[in-house]
């Protein structure tokens, strides 16, 4: 790729913490910072989670769905999938060869 070249005394900086603290509840920040002779971008993120399915008033039931058919997962390709999808589609694999 060619564009300009990126000057020897440059710095790219990112720096972030997440604090966790309690069932459902996270602070998050997120900091980047470019760094160049005369020049400075500066960036900042923030976040608050709060999720706690009691305060939600949500409750599991006890429903049993019959699968009919195959159940499938598709996946594109060329495409990465995310640590989470590969977890998910792991888990999904693993429990249900436990069910056979």
């Not at 997120?30 to 923030?46: L, N």
């Not at 594109?76 to 995310?82: D, E, F, I, N, P």
Request: net charge positive; hydrophobic share 45%.
């Amino acid at each position: 790729m060619d564009g300009v070249p990126i000057p020897r005394d440059s710095a790219i900086t990112t720096a972030g913490a997440r604090l966790f603290f309690s069932p459902g509840w996270t602070l998050a920040a997120k900091f980047d910072g470019d760094f160049v002779s005369g020049y400075r971008t500066y960036a900042g993120t923030g976040s608050m989670v709060a999720f706690s399915a009691k305060n939600l008033g949500l409750k599991v039931l006890p429903v049993e769905l019959p699968i009919q058919g195959p159940v499938v997962i598709v996946t594109m390709k060329h495409r990465t999938l995310s640590p989470v999808a590969k977890f998910f589609i792991e888990t999904a694999r693993a429990m249900t060869r436990s069910l056979d």
